[in-house]
Structure formats: C-alpha cells, structure tokens
C-alpha cells in the first residue's frame, strides 16, 4: 500500500483513487482542522503544505501525495510548542470566527518559507521594474488564495509582518 508522511508520520494512503486529501484527512484520520469551504480550491480553507509549498487539500487526490511530506495545521504546533505564526495569530487578533485560519497559517509558513528563499511573487516580479513593492502589498498578494469570510485581512497581514521582523532580527 503506498504511504505519505503526515505531520511526521507515515500513513497510508486509501485504494480509492477517488480520495481527496481533504477527504482522507476528515474520513479517513478524523483530522479535522483543515476545513472544507467551497470544494473547488477558491477559498483556501483547505491549504496544508505539501513538500514545502502550499497546495489546496480539496483539489488533490490523496495518491498523487505518495512519497509525499505533508503538514496540516494539527502538525504545526500546539499547546506549548506554538509555531511563532500561530502566537503572532493570537496576539494580533488575526481571526474572528476562526473558520478560515487553520488555512490562513498554512499558507502564510509556507509564504515565510518562500520569503525566507527569495522566492517572487507577482507583486514582487511586476515591481521589480518600477518601485519595490511594500511588504505588507507583497503578503497581500501572496495570501491572496485564502479568503476571510470575516474581513481579518489587515490582521493576517501584521500577524506575518510581526513574524517577519522577528525572523530578520
């Protein structure tokens, strides 16, 4: 049976080639903090990261992530151990009804990471040409797959800033 490491474990992947991950995760895991929004990868409610980058849980079958390392929200930290996004989340009050956030630090490890390897994002390569895009446009674009219900927008935003700076000091 083929296997994918999840949050550090490996775990068999379903015979069904039907399988979402998302699916997997809920149906077959009782994972449930990667949420299903839309079904049709617009929100981001479903983002986890698979080998470093993100991707939306509902639009992958879970036999193409065979060989696979794949984090969920449940793998980045908790309790004591809280990844720095996810205290920057709390301290800054970056969500409201919470539905979207398991989504939201996802994608923004996975955008720390990205920034961390210099990697552009459309705002960053249009502007190369004309003025430095700011920081705050640049998170903004590249969390721009995760919508918030809510409008916590401004906050998701310093939450990572704060995140930033701490990882430049």
């Known amino acids: 049976m083929a296997t994918l490491n999840l949050n550090g474990?490996?775990?068999?992947?379903p015979d069904d080639p039907r399988t979402t991950l998302l699916d997997f995760l809920h149906q077959h895991l009782s994972l449930f903090g990667t949420k299903k929004g839309c079904d049709h990868g617009q929100c981001?409610?479903?983002?986890?990261i698979a080998?470093?980058?993100r991707i939306n849980a509902c639009l992958v079958f879970a036999f193409?992530?065979?060989g696979a390392e794949v984090t969920t929200i449940e793998g980045i930290g908790e309790g004591e151990s809280l990844h720095p996004l996810q205290k920057a989340f709390?301290?800054?009050d970056a969500f409201q009804c919470g539905y979207c956030t398991s989504?939201?630090?996802c994608s923004g490890v996975s955008l720390l990471?990205?920034?961390?390897?210099?990697?552009?994002?459309?705002v960053t390569y249009s502007q190369t040409r004309h003025s430095?895009?700011?920081?705050k446009e640049d998170i903004s674009e590249r969390m721009s797959g995760n919508l918030c219900r809510c409008g916590a927008y401004p906050n998701i935003v310093d939450a990572i800033t704060d995140v930033i700076a701490l990882e430049r000091q």
């Open 64 to 66: 193409q992530l065979e």
């Open 90 to 92: 709390i301290e800054r």
């Open 51 to 53: 080998d470093g980058k």
């Open 132 to 135: 430095k895009a700011s920081l």
């Open 113 to 122: 990471r990205e920034m961390k390897n210099e990697d552009p994002s459309a």
């Open 9 to 13: 474990k490996d775990v068999s992947i």
């Open 44 to 48: 981001g409610a479903c983002t986890v």
């Open 103 to 105: 989504g939201q630090i």
